[in-house]
């Protein structure tokens, strides 16, 4: 509850990950409705859209560049990137997740089964 509570108090939420595969962090993050930027690392590099800015992992250039941009942006930006981050979330369901393994186990049978 305290991460939640502080996630949403937050105007931006960082997750500024060398490595990373699917981080719960994030997750809480976008089903909040926070703006975010987030690194290219793994799955999170796909937890971008609209909903924040992508930086190159490791670049603190580029980190700063997002920072610059989240910064420039209106309240009206501000608006439309939580609402992404809540529509995003509405796609991240178990059902919906277990629909696209069984459509990414189909295809790799597939492609055993017909090389």
Same mark, same amino acid.
């Given at each position: &509850? &305290?991460?939640r509570s502080r996630i949403i108090e937050s105007d931006v939420v960082i997750l500024a990950s060398r490595y990373e595969g699917m *981080?719960?962090?994030a #997750? &809480?993050?976008i089903a909040a409705g926070a703006?975010?930027?987030f690194s290219d690392a793994g799955g999170i590099a796909n937890l971008v $859209?609209?909903?924040g800015e992508r930086f190159a992992a490791g670049d603190p250039i580029s980190l700063a560049a997002a920072w610059g941009r989240i910064l420039a942006a209106t309240p009206q930006q501000f608006q439309e990137? *939580?609402?992404a981050s809540l529509e995003l979330a509405s796609e991240l369901t178990p059902q919906i997740a277990a629909q696209k393994l069984i459509r990414f #186990? $189909?295809?790799t049978l597939y492609l055993q089964q017909n090389p």
């Open positions: &509850e &305290e991460v *981080s719960v962090f #997750l &809480e993050a703006p975010v930027i $859209r609209g909903n990137m *939580s609402k #186990l $189909r295809g």
